[in-house]
Nanobody, 116 residues
């Protein structure tokens, strides 16, 4: 059974950078498309960034383009989300997501709070 474990959340100030990591276990990581979602306070969960299993069709939601970078290290079974120039509106619980065929898995989430 696939499991996802996120790390790297925390409290930062506006303009700071933070990198989230998500480790996949129980499956062959290189087979999985990966994504980061977030749920801001009192809002619905939204996709932040997506990286396919193969190829370079990476996608970002408009509000994080040019600030966030998603990447993956297949040797470490890990997907990263590098977040730069963080803004208060980036405050949310961030979730890791994996997909292989019709099988999807969510991580438990990690809190990111951007506040002065």
């Amino acid at each position: 059974q696939v499991q996802l474990v996120e790390s790297g959340g925390g409290l930062v100030q506006p303009g700071d950078s933070l990198t989230l990591a998500c480790v996949l276990s129980g499956g062959t990581f290189s087979d999985y498309a990966m994504a980061w979602y977030r749920r801001p306070p009192e809002k619905d969960r939204q996709m932040v960034a997506f990286i396919p299993a193969v190829g370079d069709h990476i996608k970002y939601t408009d509000s994080v383009k040019d600030r966030f970078i998603i990447s993956r290290d297949n040797d470490k079974n890990t997907v990263y989300l590098q977040m730069n120039d963080l803004k208060p509106e980036d405050t949310a619980v961030y979730y890791c997501y994996s997909r292989y065929g019709s099988t999807t898995t969510w991580g438990q989430g990690t809190q990111v709070t951007v506040s002065s």
